[in-house]
């Protein structure tokens, strides 16, 4: 699997958009990108997926460049709410498990 | 919205004893799940399972952890004589056929051993 790098926190405020990006240089033919939001004392949800180019969802989109050796999350216009933990994960779309890495703990003030 | 529930929010019990874990998982889904999170620490994947079969499972998932599907809607996870280092938060998971990066979570139970 893949290996993904994140910065390990980033702070905000409310109505601000923020963009995370993760790393993820030896991303296989195969691999899909995934992100994930952690709320404190709760379960991760799945936010967005994505393979190439660009993904939009009504929480976020996800930007792909062409190489694929990296991602950016992006959510707009960032409530309190959205403070979490974000993790991205690299892998085959048919994996059986789910490898979290440490995330990025974003922080919204007001 | 459907939602993976999961009974009991927390548990207290004693170095040694036997805890078993439930979890609902939403109604059409195929594949289940088992995770932990240490407090502080990543969510580590323990368990897969489908037709009624370990599909894969981590080295942390060892011959004190075991699975079961005792009926159509209820998920476990029995540990059978706890460890200190078993405190952790446990999360359930299912997902439907296909999609397997898009799991959806419990909201947790929280074990504490002493």
């Known amino acids: 699997l893949a290996k993904t790098t994140q910065p390990i926190s980033m702070d905000s405020y409310e109505g601000q958009e923020v963009n995370i990006t993760c790393s993820h240089n030896n991303i296989a033919t195969n691999d899909y990108i995934t992100w994930y939001q952690q709320f404190p004392s709760q379960g991760p949800r799945f936010i967005i997926q994505?393979?190439?180019t660009k993904v939009t969802n009504e929480v976020a989109s996800l930007f792909i460049p062409a190489d694929r050796k990296s991602s950016t999350l992006s959510l707009p216009r960032v409530s309190l709410s959205d403070t979490a933990v974000y993790y991205c994960?690299?892998?085959?779309?048919?994996?059986?498990?789910?490898?979290f890495g440490t995330g990025t703990r974003l922080q919204v003030f007001p | 919205e459907p939602e993976v529930t999961q009974t009991p929010s927390h548990q207290v019990t004693q170095m040694g004893q036997e805890v078993i874990l439930r979890c609902v998982p939403i109604?059409?889904?195929?594949?289940f799940y088992w995770y932990r999170q240490i407090l502080g620490q990543k969510v580590e994947f323990l368990v897969s399972?489908?037709?009624?079969?370990?599909?894969?499972k981590s080295e942390i998932f060892d011959d004190q952890f075991s699975v079961e599907r005792p009926d159509g809607s209820n998920f476990t996870l029995k540990i059978r004589s706890t460890k200190l280092e078993d405190s952790a938060m446990y999360f359930c998971?299912?997902?439907?056929?296909?999609?397997?990066?898009?799991?959806?979570f419990g909201p947790g139970t929280r074990l504490t051993v002493t």
């Open positions: 399972f489908y037709n009624n079969e370990i599909s894969e």
């Open positions: 994960l690299v892998g085959p779309y048919n994996t059986d498990k789910l490898i």
């Open positions: 109604s059409n889904h195929l594949y």
């Open positions: 998971a299912s997902r439907i056929q296909g999609g397997a990066y898009e799991q959806y």
């Open positions: 994505g393979y190439k």
